[in-house]
Nanobody, 116 residues
């Protein structure tokens, strides 16, 4: 049973950077697409980036493209989200999950707060 645990969130100033981690355990990521999601207050949870394990291709939501980068360390079974040039609107709880998302894999997420 795959488990995913997010970490690395915190407070950051606008324009700053933050790196999030999603550690997988209890199973192999082989065959899984892995995605980062976020949910801002009062908003629905949306996908912002995904990594396709089939071919290593990556995808980004328009608002994240050029600022965020997803990467995978297969040996550590960890997926990262490098967040650069963050904006106030990036404030949200960030989650990782498979693509397509599996309800049982949702964790507590990690809070990112962009504030002056």
């Amino acid at each position: 049973q795959l488990q995913l645990v997010e970490s690395g969130g915190g407070s950051v100033q606008p324009g700053g950077s933050l790196s999030l981690s999603c550690a997988a355990s209890g199973g192999s990521l082989a065959g899984y697409g892995i995605a980062w999601f976020r949910q801002a207050p009062g908003e629905e949870r949306v996908a912002i980036s995904c990594h396709a394990t089939s071919d290593g291709s990556t995808y980004y939501r328009d608002s994240a493209k050029g600022r965020f980068a997803i990467s995978v360390d297969n040996a550590k079974k960890t997926v990262y989200l490098q967040m650069n040039a963050v904006k106030f609107e990036d404030t949200a709880v960030y989650y990782c999950n498979t693509d397509p998302a599996e309800n049982d894999y949702w964790g507590q997420g990690t809070q990112v707060t962009v504030s002056s």
